[in-house]
T-cell receptor, first 116, second 116 residues
Framework: SAVISQKPSRDICQRGTSLTIQCQVDSQVTMMFWYRQQPGQSLTLIATANQGSEATYESGFVIDKFPISRPNLTFSTLTVSNMSPEDSSIYLC????WGQGDYGYTFGSGTRLTVV | AQKITQTQPGMFVQEKEAVTLDCTYDTSDQSYGLFWYKQPSSGEMIFLIYQGSYDEQNATEGRYSLNFQKARKSANLVISASQLGDSAMYFCAMRGPNFGNEKLTFGTGTRLTIIP
């Protein structure tokens, strides 16, 4: 089944800086998703990233704060820009590949971000 | 819009006992899928079980079973013979119909603690 390598696994960053999170899938996938999980909370979808088109952002998330790249069918990045302590969360990527993964869904192992 | 409700923020269960985690959902779609994930403190999302809306039988995966009551829009997770390693957050999630609505909507989660 499809495997996603997500990097970094964790990071501690200074406020005002940016962090780019990478997800590499070992199969070509059409759709990738980026989620945020704030401490003690559920997963909230940030955006859907399709190759060859602009990412589609959910309400409350904007491209200037969370720019996403999807240069090909196996790779995507999420940047958390101009970070503040409120951005401290776990960030997860997910890919949909019908017939693989767990009923089509595979998750990266997550990036635990702490902003100080 | 889809919505998942988990009304149990936390549960404490004696080791070896069975436990039921509640999940109700709301959707206007006829075709949908329901998932349960386990999230240990490491942050990764571990797939447990899946139920399709047209599946007539309740899904089972080892010690996990899903009590699917479509008319009541509930999809409770049953863990038999609980183990200390079952202590984690548990999320119920839903996806919409295939091809166009693959994003997952998550509930708020239940923190399960197994007591020796």
């Amino acid at each position: 089944s499809a495997v996603i390598s997500q990097k970094p696994s964790r990071d501690i960053c200074q406020r005002g800086t940016s962090l780019t999170i990478q997800c590499q899938v070992d199969s070509q996938v059409t759709m990738m998703f980026w989620y945020r999980q704030q401490p003690g909370q559920s997963l909230t979808l940030i955006a859907t990233a399709n190759q060859g088109s602009e990412a589609t952002y959910e309400s409350g998330f904007v491209i200037d704060k969370f720019p996403i790249s999807r240069p090909n069918l196996t790779f995507s990045t999420l940047t958390v820009s101009n970070m503040s302590p409120e951005d401290s969360s776990i960030y997860l990527c997910s890919a949909v590949l019908w017939g693989q993964g767990d009923y089509g869904y595979t998750f990266g192992s997550g990036t635990r971000l702490t902003v100080v | 819009a889809q919505k998942i409700t988990q009304t149990q923020p936390g549960m404490f269960v004696q080791e070896k006992e069975a436990v039921t985690l509640d999940c109700t959902y709301d959707t206007s779609d006829q075709s949908y899928g329901l998932f349960w994930y386990k999230q240990p403190s490491s942050g990764e999302m571990i797939f447990l079980i899946y139920q399709g809306s047209y599946d007539e039988q309740n899904a089972t995966e080892g010690r996990y079973s899903l009590n699917f009551q479509k008319a009541r829009k509930s999809a409770n997770l049953v863990i038999s013979a609980s183990q200390l390693g079952d202590s984690a957050m548990y999320f119920c999630a839903m996806r919409g119909p295939n091809f166009g609505n693959e994003k997952l909507t998550f509930g708020t989660g239940t923190r399960l603690t197994i007591i020796p």
